[in-house]
């Protein structure tokens, strides 16, 4: 497991089944950072997987539902 900032409060010991809106598909991206956009997919700091996932996945995206 990669290092996490000191004192973030991450709860490992409960499952993460239930916590989120029920998606076809989710994608867990680490990012070593402490202090990213609440969208990450808007973050501009080079390439971001976040972003070509959202275009190709997404609303009107080659391969969205």
């Given at each position: ?19 989120m ?40 995206g080659?391969?969205?539902?």
């Open positions: 497991m990669p290092a996490m900032p000191e004192g973030l409060p991450i709860d490992h010991s409960k499952p993460l089944n239930g916590t809106a029920p998606y076809a598909e989710q994608v867990l991206i680490c990012t070593g950072k402490d202090d990213w956009e609440s969208k990450i997919e808007d973050e501009n700091a080079g390439d971001n997987l976040a972003a070509d996932i959202k275009e190709l996945m997404g609303r009107g080659v391969f969205s539902d």
